[in-house]
């Protein structure tokens, strides 16, 4: 759903280790969850999206979870590298959420 | 295909005067979304088409803001006049279908306006 960002959560992981970066949404009707990555200066950039029909959708390092009992998401990044650094941002089809800010440190 | 372009990338100019924001979608997208990016309010959509037409529009925050797409290969977002609490990071995306297509985004426009 829809946030107001006054305060972005930052993530701090190691180098290496697995980082889980959680969304909660409101609506229980919605069907299409995107998670996007926003490196500084860019725009946001697709990473991997699931639907309501599924629980578990897994990429090259990134699996995303769907929880629809309690209407949350998360993105979980294995063996996370300094180009992780980034804000990510779940999207419910066109409208964001407030992102998190995750910081990698060697 | 280049992706979606935005021009200009950087843009200061002084409030009351008009800002035009340009955009031209990945060829064969069918929608266009215009996105607003600041650090209070994040990522607000203020605005989206379908083959050209205006959908949704309840993100224009005044009517200070207007959108058009002429064409399927362009896209404008003005401003007039232009406001200092109007300064964010203007975003422009296109996707290829909605509710079962990720949105591909430009590189922004960086407003400022003194």
């Given at each position: 759903?829809?946030?107001?960002?006054?305060?972005?959560?930052?993530?701090?992981?190691?180098?290496?280790?697995?980082?889980?970066?959680?969304?909660?949404?409101?609506?229980?009707?919605?069907?299409?969850?995107?998670?996007?990555?926003q490196e500084s200066g860019k725009g946001p950039q697709f990473i991997i999206?699931?639907?309501?029909?599924?629980?578990?959708?897994?990429?090259?390092?990134?699996?995303?979870?769907?929880?629809?009992?309690?209407?949350?998401?998360?993105?979980?990044?294995?063996?996370?590298?300094?180009?992780?650094?980034?804000?990510?941002?779940?999207?419910?089809?066109?409208?964001?959420?407030?992102?998190?800010?995750?910081?990698?440190?060697? | 295909?280049?992706?979606?372009?935005?021009?200009?990338?950087?843009?200061?100019?002084?409030?009351?005067?008009?800002?035009?924001?340009?955009?031209?979608?990945?060829?064969?997208?069918?929608?266009?979304?215009?996105?607003?990016?600041?650090?209070?309010?994040?990522?607000?959509?203020?605005?989206?088409?379908?083959?050209?037409?205006?959908?949704?529009?309840?993100?224009?925050?005044?009517?200070?803001?207007?959108?058009?797409?002429?064409n399927a290969s362009f896209s404008t977002l003005k401003i007039q006049p232009?406001?200092?609490?109007?300064?964010?990071?203007?975003?422009?995306?296109?996707?290829?279908?909605?509710?079962?297509?990720?949105?591909?985004?430009?590189?922004?426009?960086?407003?400022?306006?003194?």
């Open positions: 759903g829809e946030s107001v960002g006054l305060h972005l959560p930052t993530l701090s992981v190691q180098e290496g280790d697995n980082s889980i970066i959680n969304c909660a949404y409101s609506n229980s009707a919605s069907d299409y969850f995107i998670w996007y990555k999206d699931i639907r309501s029909n599924m629980d578990k959708r897994q990429g090259q390092r990134v699996t995303v979870l769907l929880n629809k009992t309690v209407k949350h998401l998360s993105l979980q990044i294995a063996a996370t590298q300094p180009g992780d650094s980034a804000v990510y941002f779940c999207a419910e089809r066109r409208i964001f959420g407030a992102g998190t800010r995750l910081a990698v440190h060697p | 295909d280049a992706g979606v372009i935005q021009s200009p990338r950087h843009e200061v100019t002084e409030m009351g005067q008009e800002v035009t924001l340009r955009c031209k979608p990945i060829s064969g997208h069918d929608y266009l979304f215009w996105y607003r990016q600041t650090m209070m309010r994040g990522l607000e959509l203020l605005i989206y088409f379908n083959n050209n037409v205006p959908i949704d529009d309840s993100g224009m925050p005044e009517d200070r803001f207007s959108a058009k797409m002429p232009s406001e200092p609490r109007d300064s964010a990071v203007y975003f422009c995306a296109s996707s290829p279908a909605i509710g079962v297509s990720e949105a591909f985004f430009g590189q922004g426009t960086r407003l400022t306006v003194v």
